[in-house]
Nanobody
């Protein structure tokens, strides 16, 4: 069983930046591809960015060029650097594996972009 704890969210104005952290525990040594997901009110959860254990990344079109995912395998931690934030980035952000483990969703961290 793998558990994830997300942190770093907050309230920012459009154009500002935030950095999210996700710490994995439990059977973390088994983790391959990690990913950040988000869910906005009334919308389905979507994959934002993913990163393989070797560092290969992929991004949703809506965040390409603005968000950067990275990971530290030694610390079992994955990061999401978010720049040039937009109001439509407002959501609860979660990390999980890709494909996700249904039983491992954490509480997420709220990101609100508003002027």
């Amino acid at each position: 069983q793998v558990q994830f704890v997300e942190s770093g969210g907050g309230l920012v104005q459009p154009g500002e930046s935030l950095n999210l952290d996700c710490a994995a525990s439990g059977s973390a040594f088994k983790i391959g591809t990690m990913a950040w997901y988000r869910q906005a009110p009334g919308k389905r959860r979507e994959l934002v960015a993913g990163i393989t254990r070797g560092g290969r990344t992929n991004y949703a079109d809506s965040v390409k060029g603005r968000f950067t995912i990275s990971r530290d395998n030694a610390k079992n931690t994955v990061y999401l650097q978010m720049n040039s934030l937009k109001p439509e980035d407002t959501a609860v952000y979660y990390c999980n594996t890709d494909p996700f483990l249904q039983s491992s969703w954490g509480q997420g961290t709220q990101v609100t972009v508003s002027s």
